[in-house]
């Protein structure tokens, strides 16, 4: 997990949403992307057989908050036109994790090899749009200053489910004193694209959380006295669906390692 | 504090703005306002001298939460044209409480023997407009049920003093689930001119409120154990600055009978 605030230095510009998708396709960088071209939409990536490509995405409509689906490749094309000038999901995602009936793989940084023409490509809206909103309007996220993300936590609510594709949902925490958790709520009901309002404020229980138990221990738990937990659907349930239907094929994102797209964030703001 | 629902059968067409204050300029009607033309914007009124208007004026634009101000006469006119046709503030509030040095000294159904030519009327806007909006959405507000209002409680939080006007922040509470407190804070955002955005939610003591003891004993303090206490900013307020103020004359509504004006309440929606 990464901050801009601590990358190192690069040999690409790193505002620039074309020259940082450039530099990863040609396997000069495949790191994080956080903080590249700030101003941009970057995307979780799901590629799944057409075998269960129907299924996923009535899924995503059906699960908007946690599955804010952006956009859907047509079957076979690794182009996405949708969201930016020459897009190859071939080659233009940092670093790209692959399973075979929901087990790990391996971890490679261009899946050009692995492309077959029954391939679908879903593109879902990340926090990062949001976060950006957050800070722009001076909203504490401590965990940013300290190179951290979120934390994320597993809930006892049921997603629902399509075909083999269920999940309990999964959620991110950020604390907020009680009038920046109503600003917070003001500012990322704009984004419904990109997870949107909360599902949740407050006593963890009622949704199934222990603070103190994070999903996969990624994130931080931090939260001062005064402070109130705030829960927003998170883009790990997508990936924890697709871990249970087990598909023959399916081609993710390294984590924190997304796709830059030619998106403005303030074009998926609602009002 | 009424309750459309049990309201007595009223003589004159109740849903009709017009027809409403037509009945109360007539005498024919005295009461309180809460459920007439539901969809129009019922209005809290304070009078006062032109000595004191501009004070009272900057006042609400400093305050703009407790003091959401939709109107101000001119000085020595009776009529808002602003906010509805042939509106005659002598004689079309239900009730009217006069002060004098602050302290009360009447209650009268017209003020047309006090009018004076240094008088100013201001409008504010109240919270029946996003109690409306809350309802229609299907939030449940359970103490207009029982004919009741929600809870009123004075805080520990300073409103920006203006010359004698100065007040610590009486807000109203409503109990909310935290996925409906989400809500009214998206559907309350919307109405910046009837109070707009809860200003705290939470830990009640945090704002030096002990939920148990309300401002005059008003409205109603229950709250289910899985509910949160959300906090709007109350008209209240300037009633108590004025009263601090002690302006010579000061003429308001009775409370819960309101100035029924024409302006839609999705009129003041912001988006």
Request: charged share 20%.
């Given at each position: 997990m990464s901050n801009p605030a601590i990358q190192p230095q690069h040999h690409f510009d790193t505002t620039n949403a074309h020259l940082?998708?450039?530099?990863i396709r040609l396997g000069l960088y495949a790191g994080y992307?956080?903080?590249f071209a700030r101003d941009r939409v970057q995307a979780n990536i799901c590629i799944l057989p057409r075998s269960h490509a129907e299924d996923f995405l009535l899924y995503c409509q059906r699960n908007p908050q946690p599955c804010p689906l952006?956009?859907?490749s047509d079957i076979g094309d690794p182009m996405l036109p949708l969201l930016g000038e020459d897009i190859d999901i071939r080659s233009d995602v940092p670093r790209y994790h692959v399973f075979e009936n929901g087990a790990f793989v391996e971890e490679v940084t261009d899946?050009?090899?692995l492309w077959r023409e029954?391939?679908?490509?879903?593109?879902l809206g990340c926090s990062f749009s949001f976060e950006n909103a957050l800070v722009d309007a001076g909203l504490p996220l401590r965990f940013l200053d300290r190179g951290d993300?979120?934390?994320v936590y597993e809930t006892n609510v049921d997603t629902v489910p399509v075909g083999d594709f269920r999940a309990k949902l999964v959620v991110t925490m950020r604390p907020f004193s009680a009038g920046?958790?109503?600003?917070?709520i003001q500012i990322t009901s704009r984004f419904p694209n990109v997870h949107g309002a909360p599902v949740h404020l407050g006593d963890p229980s009622q949704i199934g959380i222990d603070l103190g138990r994070r999903y996969r221990n990624v994130g931080s738990s931090e939260i001062a006295p005064h402070e109130i937990p705030v829960f927003w659907a998170c883009g790990l349930t997508p990936q924890l669906a697709v871990a249970n239907a087990k598909p023959p094929l399916c081609i993710t994102h390294a984590p924190s390692s997304m796709l830059v797209t030619d998106l403005r964030n303030a074009s998926l703001a609602s009002f």
């Open positions: 940082v998708r450039q530099a992307t956080a903080g952006i956009a859907r899946i050009s090899h029954d391939l679908v490509t879903f593109a993300v979120a934390g920046d958790a109503i600003r917070a």
